[in-house]
Nanobody, 123 residues
Framework: QLQLVESGGGLVQPGGSLRLSCAAS????????IGWFRQAPGREREGVSC????????NYADSVKGRFTISRDNAKKTVYLQMNSLKPEDTAVYYC????????????????WGQGTQVTVSS
């Protein structure tokens, strides 16, 4: 079974950094694209970033471009989201999700999900 586990969330001050990890098991890593999504209280879930199965292609929401970087290590079956210059509006539960082959924009296109990790950006 394909399983995903997020880690690395926590409390950080505005302007600070965090690195989230998404550890996968039960699948061939290079067959699946991995996306990051986030859900803030009172807001709908939004896509943050996605990385292709090989890591050759990435995409980002406009709100995080230039601040966040997605990467993957298929040998470790782990995808990372490096978050820099964090803002209070980045506060959310962050989820990683997987789908076969390529990236997609909408959460409904991802059948496999982790449980999420809380990121709080506050002074």
């Amino acid at each position: 079974q394909l399983q995903l586990v997020e880690s690395g969330g926590g409390l950080v001050q505005p302007g600070g950094s965090l690195r989230l990890s998404c550890a996968a098991s039960g699948f061939t890593a290079d067959s699946y694209a991995i996306g990051w999504f986030r859900q803030a209280p009172g807001r709908e879930r939004e896509g943050v970033s996605c990385i292709s199965r090989s890591g050759a292609s990435t995409n980002y929401a406009d709100s995080v471009k230039g601040r966040f970087t997605i990467s993957r290590d298929n040998a470790k079956k782990t995808v990372y989201l490096q978050m820099n210059s964090l803002k209070p509006e980045d506060t959310a539960v962050y989820y990683c999700a997987a789908r076969f082959l390529g990236c997609a924009n909408k959460s409904g296109n991802y059948p496999y999900w982790g449980q999420g990790t809380q990121v709080t950006v506050s002074s």
